[in-house]
């Protein structure tokens, strides 16, 4: 999935949905910040029948080291 969404990020989805970027990983990109992730959980949301190309979401808390 990753190979399709990376023509997707440099192309349009970051500028159409607020700097989201589909294959991101964010526990690794919150945890380079300098970041402690406490906690993290992660689920699928797909509210519409259309196929996205991301639909994945990291939830969770994290403290600066």
Do not use: K, Y
């Amino acid at each position: 999935m990753a190979l399709s969404q990376r023509p997707v990020d440099r192309v349009f989805w970051p500028r159409l949905f607020g700097g989201c970027h589909t294959s991101r990983d964010t526990p690794t990109a919150i945890a380079a910040a300098g970041f402690d992730l406490e906690q993290t959980r992660f689920m699928w949301v797909n509210p519409v029948p259309i196929e996205f190309p991301v639909a994945s979401h990291a939830i969770g808390r994290a403290r600066r080291v």
